[in-house]
């Protein structure tokens, strides 16, 4: 079944309101009047409803059920990565990373980082995208572009661990809430690796020199 996002949700009335790119997204579908479809409010409910009212300027689709937390770990996942300017490869992990159950994205800025424009509408797009195509029912949230200092300042309730191919320890995850961190592509400079060392385990992901979007996917796989 289709999946569509919306938060114009009546509980009163049982309705949820399809509006905006939602809206035109559901007529180019061309759903039928007798078709179920899910829809998610990005905030923890997932629902499967049917068409109710299909007019011109709205859509209003009855509620048939809800599923809490529909597709979500009980745990909080989030990935700390720097940026890269090729927005295909960037595009990529916020991709991989909603379908792997990343619930908030901090784009780094380290000394090695590639410099160009981030444009935050763009990736909450993708995001967006990839959060309807694999059903789940928590949009992650994307953070401003941030530095190593903010992920040590933070977050203190999560295990962080950050990519290190000279580091050959082995993770035993002890916190269930986890802090991925991924470097650049020429990776981490020795201040930096001395300063995540002060605050975040280090792990070896591959015997090869991965792409950054490539680390982050086995990151994700391998302690996620």
Known sequence: MHCFYSRNIDKRRNIIILENDELKHFRALRIKDDENVFVTDGNGEFYECYPNNISK??????????????????????????????????????????????????PLKTERTQKFKFNYERAEAKILSSLKQCKRSVLPLLNEVSDLNYLKENYQDHEKIWGDNSSSQLI????????????????????????????????????????????????????G
């Not at 990935?79 to 994205?105: C, H, P, Q, Y």
């Not at 991924?182 to 201040?191: D, H, S």
């Open 57 to 106: 300027n709205i859509i209003e689709l009855k509620i048939l059920s809800s599923f809490p937390n529909h597709n979500e770990n009980d745990y909080n996942l989030i990935l700390a990565f720097s940026l890269i300017s090729d927005k295909n490869r960037l595009e990529f992990i916020f991709e991989k990373g909603t379908e792997l159950g990343v619930k908030l994205f901090i």
């Open 172 to 223: 035993n995850m002890v916190n269930k809430n986890k802090l991925f961190i991924i470097g650049p592509e020429g990776g981490f400079n020795p201040e930096e690796k001395k300063f995540l060392s002060t605050f975040a385990k280090s792990t070896s992901l591959s015997k090869a020199v991965l792409r950054t979007e490539t680390a982050c996917i086995s990151i994700l796989s391998k302690y």
